[in-house]
């Protein structure tokens, strides 16, 4: 394989590892983020931790593997990723931390104070998560103020109109998402609120999704690949049907079809935004020459043919290492065998 094939391949890669990390890590964050509006009680808040406790950590693996992946396969990007975004990058770093301490302290301690702190740590930096990820994936999409010393911009550049509507679809999706893995996962109160969520939040979340793809239509080149490639345009397609089937389940409270629905609504969101940014990893608002694309930003032909042999082996391990803790905890949760982490 030549150096520009292998160079493509791990753009395809690096685009499935971040889009496999949203579609697991989206419940997590979403059960995180309506936390304190189920749990009532000490013994539903255990429900709610184990619902998510056996998972996320295996779902931010993805995420660690995404880092790793532009490290390696596209360094160009990675450096200039942390030396353009700075301040938004450590933003979620920080949420990282806090969301991570706030599951596993929270009950630690049996003072109140303590609880209610990093209960709300917990909620607020998986909040903040959704809605930086959005922003930051809408801006790619977009194109970010990158001129000839590099980038132009300022955090604040980031919170225009079509970045913060990318921020609230993520919030929308995850909401969704985290509802119905609730409801998937436990049994009692928690499910009916659950439920109480998930009908409104899946109404809101297919809603600004055809909002961003008609800003996205309008306001962004991200189409212009799918014009050329027709084929192409059934992924966006797929998307808005996948949101659609989603809805229609949660009306007809059939969970398990409306949680598939909503992952493939996320995957084939994503997907439309690879595909759209090809062969861009870093597009430029500015002029198109001051783009990065991923044929600058990747690293040597030997370095990625070695990496691609150690992604054959290890990422089918992971899968089967996720799918069997999936299998291990696939029992519903109820109050009195929830402990939480004490």
Same mark, same amino acid.
């Given at each position: 394989?030549?150096?520009?094939?292998?160079?493509?391949?791990? #753009?395809?890669?690096?685009?499935?590892?971040?889009?496999?990390?949203?579609?697991?890590?989206?419940?997590?964050?979403?059960?995180?983020?309506?936390?304190?509006?189920?749990?009532?009680?000490?013994?539903?808040?255990?429900?709610?931790?184990?619902?998510?406790?056996?998972?996320?950590?295996?779902?931010?693996?993805?995420?660690?593997?995404?880092?790793?992946?532009?490290?390696?396969?596209?360094?160009?990007?990675?450096?200039?990723? #942390?030396?353009?975004?700075?301040?938004?990058?450590?933003?979620?770093?920080?949420?990282?931390?806090?969301?991570?301490?706030?599951?596993?302290?929270?009950?630690?301690?049996?003072?109140?104070?303590?609880?209610?702190?990093?209960?709300?740590? #917990?909620?607020?930096?998986?909040?903040?998560?959704?809605?930086?990820?959005?922003?930051?994936?809408?801006?790619?999409?977009?194109?970010?103020?990158?001129?000839?010393?590099?980038?132009?911009?300022?955090?604040?550049?980031?919170?225009?109109?079509?970045?913060?509507?990318?921020? /609230?679809?993520?919030?929308?999706?995850?909401?969704?998402?985290?509802? /119905?893995?609730?409801?998937?996962?436990?049994?009692?109160?928690?499910?009916?609120?659950?439920?109480?969520?998930?009908?409104?939040?899946?109404?809101?979340?297919?809603?600004?999704?055809?909002?961003?793809?008609?800003?996205?239509?309008?306001?962004?080149?991200?189409?212009?690949?799918?014009?050329?490639?027709?084929?192409?345009?059934?992924?966006?397609?797929?998307?808005?049907?996948?949101?659609?089937?989603?809805? *229609?389940?949660?009306?007809?409270?059939?969970?398990?079809?409306?949680?598939?629905?909503?992952?493939?609504?996320?995957?084939?969101?994503?997907?439309?935004?690879?595909?759209?940014?090809?062969?861009?990893?870093?597009?430029?608002?500015?002029?198109?020459?001051?783009?990065?694309? *991923?044929?600058?930003?990747?690293?040597?032909?030997?370095?990625?043919?070695?990496?691609?042999?150690?992604?054959?082996?290890?990422?089918?391990?992971?899968?089967?290492?996720?799918?069997?803790?999936?299998?291990?905890?696939?029992?519903?949760?109820?109050?009195?065998?929830?402990?939480?982490?004490?």
């Amino acid at each position: 394989m030549s150096h520009e094939t292998v160079a493509i391949i791990w #753009f395809g890669l690096w685009g499935l590892i971040w889009t496999i990390y949203f579609v697991l890590d989206g419940y997590t964050l979403g059960t995180g983020m309506l936390f304190p509006f189920l749990a009532r009680n000490r013994q539903e808040r255990n429900q709610l931790q184990e619902a998510v406790g056996p998972f996320w950590g295996g779902n931010e693996v993805w995420l660690i593997t995404a880092g790793g992946a532009t490290f390696a396969a596209f360094p160009a990007v990675y450096a200039d990723l #942390f030396s353009f975004l700075y301040t938004p990058m450590m933003l979620i770093l920080f949420a990282l931390f806090f969301r991570a301490a706030g599951l596993e302290f929270m009950h630690k301690d049996d003072s109140p104070l303590w609880q209610k702190s990093w209960k709300w740590a #917990f909620t607020i930096s998986s909040f903040a998560l959704a809605l930086l990820f959005g922003v930051a994936f809408a801006n790619l999409f977009y194109g970010l103020k990158i001129g000839p010393s590099g980038y132009e911009g300022t955090f604040f550049s980031l919170l225009h109109p079509y970045g913060l509507l990318g921020g /609230l679809l993520f919030i929308s999706l995850f909401v969704v998402s985290g509802a /119905l893995w609730v409801m998937l996962k436990t049994v009692g109160e928690v499910v009916e609120r659950a439920y109480k969520v998930a009908r409104p939040a899946s109404v809101v979340a297919t809603v600004v999704l055809s909002l961003f793809f008609v800003a996205t239509s309008n306001r962004t080149p991200l189409f212009n690949n799918f014009t050329k490639t027709p084929i192409l345009w059934i992924v966006p397609a797929l998307a808005f049907v996948c949101a659609l089937l989603m809805l *229609l389940f949660v009306w007809q409270r059939r969970i398990g079809l409306a949680f598939t629905n909503i992952c493939l609504t996320i995957f084939t969101l994503m997907a439309t935004g690879f595909i759209g940014m090809f062969p861009n990893m870093l597009p430029s608002r500015i002029n198109d020459e001051y783009s990065t694309t *991923l044929f600058e930003a990747a690293g040597s032909e030997l370095n990625l043919k070695i990496m691609l042999g150690v992604a054959i082996v290890m990422v089918p391990i992971v899968v089967g290492y996720q799918l069997w803790s999936y299998k291990l905890f696939k029992e519903k949760i109820t109050k009195e065998t929830a402990k939480g982490y004490q």
